[in-house]
């Protein structure tokens, strides 16, 4: 990754010692150092972390990351710059970044369109008969979806599609992996048709960049990485390497991929009910891969989408010179894309520019300049790109979100029920995470 244009004013972020150490741990009881630490500077935490602030209470923010912006961050390694993470304001009409972008004078556009798609089957355009088959699979999903009574109990999307046959069934559910990232067997029906809906909006300049200016004024020590949580006195101990900080309450806004890693030791640990939360959760791996072109751009208009769907679990969605950039944007998801990020940048790049060469022609390998390759599945702060929910667990969320002995508040986008998957939805549940901390501090 390259630098990253933020726009922060680093002392500001870092007003209050980002060098200066913590508490030394072991030290004898005392009182709370601030009022509430915040574990993680994504959406969710600069949300309460704001939120906290504008209440008059002192939080300091400790993220692992050298950044803020979390799963939220805009590229700018290859020149021009491109959303690595999350890159739409879904459901506008009451999505909060729609008015933090007005506030901090960043300009946001609906959703283009771009230069349409044109479909492929290992490489070579598709036969119009399978286009239509295509076509008319989507739109039975979503029927599908739509109609199907999951009262008596929840079900898998591939469960609610399989008596469209073998051959159907996957194309149907093929889509899913470019809007979840995940295989239709594994994500719950009832969570997905409980998801919010609406119009998208794009940030020109970047959604990472939007979302990383807004931390500005923020207490925010980066590089910093949580080790343990104790809270099993009147509030909590917080262990980084550089010390323990000692605060009244703490709200993990880290991703579920970390906590279910067990990147961070709760002392005690989490109780029953929110461990059983987690395991009904896991995350999804929608996957960018971001190609630098350079030269001839081979007749192909901007915001083109050449889609390769010749396998429905390789569906492969690339994205030519959007918004008249030099560069090709890769999309993919679900266990395809698991094993793209495992086997490295290298060969995610090799595998591109066969697939490119065969569309386009093989003149576009010498076009190929720069990779870039944000893996979330394997990022040890992301371990996926968002959350899903199982089949079978769709109180999962909701559970997660319950406070833990009035002092530990867990929230992002996993806990913002309707809003989940979205930055917006992690900044809604941040903000309800500070609004819970608050009303048992009154």
């Known amino acids: 990754m390259g630098p ?15 060098a200066a150490p913590f508490a030394i741990a072991g030290r004898p009881a005392a009182a709370a150092d601030v009022d509430a630490v915040v574990i993680g500077a994504g ?16 939080a300091i923010v400790l993220e692992a990351r050298g950044r803020v912006g979390g799963r939220a961050f805009t590229d700018t390694s290859l020149g021009p710059a491109f959303d690595a993470g999350a890159s739409f304001i879904h459901w506008a009409e009451r999505n909060p970044w729609v008015a933090i972008a007005r506030e901090v004078g960043i300009a946001t556009t609906a959703e283009s369109r771009g230069g349409g798609f044109q479909l492929f089957a290992d490489g070579r355009p598709m036969a119009e008969p399978d ?23 929840d079900l898998s999307i591939a469960e609610l599609i399989g008596d469209l046959g073998p051959e159907l069934a996957p194309v149907a559910a093929s889509g899913l992996l470019l809007s979840i990232g995940e295989e239709a067997g594994r994500i719950s029906a009832r969570d997905y048709r409980r998801l919010w809906s609406g119009d998208d909006l794009v940030v020109p300049s970047g959604y990472g960049d939007l979302v990383a200016r807004s931390a500005a004024g923020l207490d925010i020590r980066l590089a910093e990485p949580v080790e343990a949580i104790r809270w099993d006195g009147p509030g909590v101990a917080v262990t980084t390497p550089s010390g323990t900080l000692r605060a ?11 906590l279910k890693a067990g990147t961070i030791r ?45 396998a429905p679990e390789r569906l492969l969605n690339l994205l030519m010179f959007p918004g008249g950039k030099d560069l090709v944007i890769g999309f993919c998801g679900g266990d395809y894309a698991r094993g793209l990020c495992e086997a490295g940048a290298a060969e995610a790049r090799a595998h591109l520019v066969d ?24 990022d040890p ?9 199982d089949p079978g667990h769709e109180t999962a969320r909701d559970a997660l979100a319950r406070p833990i002995g ?31 901390l608050l009303a048992r501090k009154a």
């Not at 906290?52 to 002192?58: E, W």
């Not at 929110?274 to 995350?283: F, N, P």
């Open 43 to 58: 959406a969710a935490g600069i949300a309460a972390a704001h939120a906290l602030r504008a209440a008059g209470r002192r």
């Open 248 to 258: 009244g309450a703490c709200i993990v806004t880290v991703p579920v991929g970390v």
């Open 131 to 153: 286009r239509r088959r295509r076509r008319d699979a989507f739109r039975r999903i979503e029927r599908r979806l739509e109609a199907a009574d999951l009262d008596a109990r």
């Open 266 to 310: 709760f002392v005690p640990e989490l109780p029953a009910a929110t461990r059983d939360a987690l395991s009904g959760l896991h995350m999804g791996a929608l996957t960018k891969i971001a190609l630098k072109l350079e030269g001839d751009r081979f007749g192909i208009a901007p915001g083109t989408s050449l889609l390769e769907a010749a």
């Open 406 to 436: 009035g002092r530990l508040f867990i929230a992002g986008e996993a806990t913002a029920g309707g809003g989940a998957m979205t930055v917006g939805g992690a900044t809604l549940a941040g903000r309800a995470a500070a609004a819970a």
């Open 381 to 389: 702060h992301a371990r996926g790109a968002y959350s899903v929910c």
């Open 355 to 378: 697939l490119l060469a065969s569309m386009v022609g093989s003149e576009i390998r010498k076009a190929v300049k720069q990779v870039s390759f944000p893996a979330w599945w394997t």
């Open 4 to 18: 990253r244009r933020s726009g922060l004013n680093r002392r500001a972020l870092l007003a209050g010692g980002a």
